[in-house]
């Protein structure tokens, strides 16, 4: 049984895959790409969409709810071929990689389409508790030192990754409009019974039943600012 190597830092990894649910057996070849320096920031987005919306004569209206965005994650690598990274005689029993090699790694498993998908990767960026399923929105490359012969020497990488999961795990976290969840809704002005019905259970069938969980003797006329609860429909 080995022993952990205590002074080994663990490096940001982005592992690529051919498919949204990340399977390792289909992995692609020389994946996962491993940063030399790991990021000094790394920034996580997460948004909103509300459409404003105007009432009738040019009124202001409450913010209408359209949808949660992807979270996106924002980060920069630095890329060295200067050998600051390695120790001793590291550098003499191992094989040379260059910054440009290293920069066609990362494009080859985040940017290029892949033969048999032809379309990019799906993307998964590990380190320590960061488990963040994605797929490339862009990358910047800004090369800061060169050689004679004019290679690059160093170069960043400013990478934007934007949130990519199966449709049943976002579901799953969000959870979204579940007959099998009880969801509390807040009436508006002119919202009637049927419709919020309708709109958490994509049917009118359970509109009765709803009146019933919320004492209701009718099914017009509901008062704005109440909150209803739908039950969780039987299996």
């Not at 071929?81 to 590291?90: C, F, N, P, R, S």
């Not at 003797?217 to 109440?226: E, K, N, V, Y």
Request: hydrophobic share 40%; aromatic share 8%.
């Amino acid at each position: 049984m080995g022993f952990p190597d205590l002074f080994k830092l663990e490096k940001l990894k982005i592992s690529a895959f051919t498919d949204v649910a990340r399977s390792k057996s289909k992995e692609v070849p020389d994946s996962p790409f491993e940063a030399m320096f790991n990021p000094q920031t790394l920034t996580q987005t997460y948004s909103i969409r509300f459409d404003p919306g105007k009432g009738h004569g040019g009124t202001e209206q409450s913010a209408t709810f359209v949808r949660t965005n992807p979270a996106s994650l924002s980060l920069k690598l630095l890329l060295d071929g200067t050998g600051v990274d390695e120790m001793g005689l590291v550098n003499l029993f191992s094989k040379t990689v260059t910054v440009q090699d290293r920069i066609d790694n990362f494009l080859a498993i985040a940017y290029h389409a892949q033969s048999d998908t032809h379309e990019p990767s799906f993307l998964r960026v590990n380190w320590g508790a960061i488990d963040f399923p994605c797929r490339l929105t862009s990358v910047a490359i800004n090369y800061t030192s060169f050689d004679r012969d004019g290679s690059a020497l160093r170069a960043e990488l400013d990478i934007t990754l934007t949130s990519d999961e199966d449709i049943a795990k976002q579901k799953a976290k969000a959870g979204m409009t579940s007959p099998d969840v009880s969801h509390a809704r807040l009436v508006h002005g002119g919202d009637t019974l049927p419709m919020m019905t309708q709109a958490v259970y994509g049917s009118t069938a359970p509109m009765l039943r709803v009146a019933r969980t919320n004492g209701l003797d009718h099914i017009r006329g509901l008062a704005p600012g109440q909150t209803l609860i739908f039950p969780p429909l039987a299996r």
